[in-house]
């Protein structure tokens, strides 16, 4: 039997995992990170993207869409806290593209220092949402 | 018939606040619901924030963060949560309660308090008694945002930094169930130690890896940290303050309605009485004729 990690999922709004994982894929600020069981204990922050759970067992892995939050590794148990999580399954491609359009938008028209911070976060959310949809798809085919 | 009609409008006015009180209850069962979710969604959250943190206050970093030092503990500073509205029972009064005899103890022992201050009750409770208030933040509503509250937060954040408070703790009521809310004074900052269990399974010597600095990455989760605590404390103390409303609202409809049917029975005797003295009266009248 290969060896498991517990990992719990909360975001602000609630919990979104809580279950036993092989492996954790989570985008972390210095680059995409994978944790097997008996990593050793890490803090990180995590960008944009997307938190895949491998349960193990031949189950199908299990995607999250995060916007950011901090990563927390101990031998035994992994956590991560999102700033806002959605289960990607229920990510809405037209909401993304939407807001994908809105922030080049607003990027190309706004001159403040503040507002095109602002903007370039907002794409980097929205990229990152439209390319958890994308490998998501890619899996289902 | 003159104690009769006097019994008449004190009914009247008696059904007028039944009304009221009825009109409360289930305005406050409805954003009791809501308050309900609110809280439960978030308190995962702030669990595991909880967690972490303990983990964390085991660690032994090389950089040594002001919020992990213990220092001796000259001044307390109390963040206080309370309700903007009454009419919700003993809910804040039971917080104050509990909070006036911890303050005792300070004091008992030399040392100062300051508070920040959330909600209208708690704002007017210590105009009455006095305190050294550093921050206050009222009119929240039903739905109270992060943004709203950092101000409050970062008042006593930098207090402690700078030295002028050794140790911060919150008051709020902790929802229970609908019944019963408990007022809980916990402490924010130095980190509080992880419990028994997890101290067991983390006593060597060990520190994390911190990407990308252990500095940024410290100051990102404390910030949060406190953030989301202080955010749970006022979701958490919102839905006690509805429930306790609807328990309140409940128990004053009820005593009106007893009221009113007392009230009833002695409006129907002293009616009662007045037709039967009045028939004796005609009897006796036609009977001298």
């Given at each position: ?26 985008p ?11 990593h ?6 995590l960008?944009?993207g ?17 916007s ?29 593209l939407?807001?994908k ?22 794409l ?12 998501l ?5 | ?19 009221i ?40 970093p090389e950089q ?6 213990r220092?001796?503990?000259k001044?307390?500073?109390y ?8 009419l919700?029972?003993g ?15 300070h004091q ?14 708690a ?7 006095g305190?050294?208030v ?13 943004e709203e ?6 008042v ?19 929802f ?17 130690e992880?419990d028994?269990?997890?101290r067991?399974?983390?006593?060597h ?14 100051e ?7 953030e ?9 103390n919102?839905?006690?303050e ?8 409940k128990?004053a409809?009820?005593n ?16 009662q ?16 004729v």
């Amino acid at each position: 039997m290969a060896m498991t990690v517990h990992v719990d999922i909360v975001s602000a709004e609630g919990e979104l995992f809580s279950g036993q994982g092989e492996m954790i894929y989570a985008p972390a600020v210095m680059g995409e990170i994978g944790i097997a069981p008996r990593h050793a204990p890490l803090v990180t922050r995590l960008k944009p993207g997307d938190v895949r759970v491998d349960p193990g067992q031949g189950k199908p892995m299990e995607h999250f869409y995060v916007s950011g939050g901090i990563l927390e590794v101990q031998p035994f148990r992994v956590t991560v806290l999102a700033d806002t999580g959605v289960r990607a399954t229920d990510l809405d491609e037209a909401a993304a593209l939407e807001a994908k359009k809105r922030a080049e938008e607003a990027l190309a028209n706004k001159t403040g220092e503040m507002e095109i911070a602002r903007a370039q976060a907002e794409l980097a959310e929205a990229v990152a949402q439209l390319q958890t949809i994308e490998k998501l798809r890619k899996m289902k085919k | 018939m003159a104690g009769a009609k006097e019994i008449r409008t004190q009914i009247g006015s008696i059904k007028n606040t039944r009304k009221i009180t009825r009109a409360m209850e289930m305005v406050a069962a409805a954003k009791m619901r809501k308050a309900q979710d609110r809280m439960l969604a978030s308190r995962p959250y702030a669990e595991k924030m909880r967690q972490v943190i303990g983990h964390l206050s085991l660690a032994h970093p090389e950089q040594k963060h002001p919020f992990l030092e213990r220092r001796e503990v000259k001044t307390v500073g109390y963040i206080i949560v309370s309700s903007d509205r009454g009419l919700c029972g003993g809910l804040n009064n039971n917080l104050f309660r509990a909070l006036v005899n911890e303050v005792k103890e300070h004091q008992e022992r030399g040392q100062r308090v300051k508070y920040c201050l959330v909600g209208n009750k708690a704002v007017a409770f210590f105009s009455r008694v006095g305190g050294e208030v550093l921050a206050q933040a009222t009119h929240l509503g039903d739905t109270p945002r992060v943004e709203e509250l950092v101000g409050t937060v970062k008042v006593m954040l930098d207090a402690y930094e700078a030295g002028e408070v050794d140790e911060v703790r919150i008051a709020y009521n902790r929802f229970v169930n609908t019944m019963t809310q408990n007022p809980t004074v916990e402490t924010l900052v130095p980190l509080p130690e992880a419990d028994a269990e997890e101290r067991e399974k983390l006593k060597h010597h060990w520190d994390y890896i911190y990407e990308p600095d252990a500095r940024e990455v410290l100051e990102d989760l404390l910030g949060r940290y406190l953030e989301s605590l202080v955010y749970q404390a006022v979701v958490e103390n919102g839905a006690c303050e509805q429930s306790a409303r609807m328990v309140a609202m409940k128990a004053a409809s009820d005593n009106a309605s007893s009221l009113i049917d007392e009230l009833e029975l002695v409006y129907n005797k002293a009616r009662q009485a007045a037709i039967t003295q009045e028939i004796s009266e005609i009897v006796s009248g036609a009977a001298a004729v």
